[in-house]
Structure formats: structure tokens, C-alpha cells
């Protein structure tokens, strides 16, 4: 994989969001996490949400957002809360 749109979850508006933030390439993200991530893209984009948070979740594992447990995402939940 060489661009971040073919990942999972990540369209153009996301993938800009990542590449404004920083983030320019798939090894880019994978080696940051998804936290670390929507840390970055939160502070170029102050509207980030949970949403973003487990799309970049899926885009890392290679699946899409909806399949994530719900255990995952109110730990996303609580990490976004906290920060």
C-alpha cells in the first residue's frame, strides 16, 4: 500500500486531515497508532471526533470502523473524553 486512501475508513478528507497533520504514508500511521493519530489530526482539525478516532482505528487493523467491539470504541470513547 503506498497511499493512505487505500485504506480502510481513510477517503480523501480524511487522508488530507493525516497529511496535514503529518501523517503522509500507511507505515506513517501504522507506526504511530490510531490514538497517537487522531492526536495529530486534532490539532490541525479541533472537530475531530470519535468517529475519525475509530476510522483510524479500522484503517491500522484493515477493517472497517463498524466492526471494531463495542469494548473498543468506549475506550475511544473515554481516551477523547480525557483529552
Not at 497508532?33 to 490541525?44: N, Q, T
Not at 475509530?54 to 472497517?64: D, F, K, M, T, Y
Amino acid at each position: 500500500m503506498k497511499s493512505l486512501t487505500d485504506l480502510p475508513n481513510i477517503g480523501k478528507v480524511l487522508a488530507d486531515k493525516l497529511i496535514e497533520a503529518g501523517i503522509k504514508t500507511p507505515d506513517d500511521l501504522f507506526d504511530l497508532g490510531a490514538e497517537e493519530a487522531f492526536l495529530r489530526i486534532k490539532m490541525v482539525d479541533g472537530d475531530a471526533c470519535l468517529s475519525k478516532l475509530c476510522a483510524l482505528e479500522g484503517a491500522v487493523r484493515g477493517i472497517r470502523w463498524h466492526n471494531l467491539s463495542t469494548d473498543r470504541k468506549k475506550e475511544f470513547q473515554r481516551f477523547i473524553t480525557a483529552k
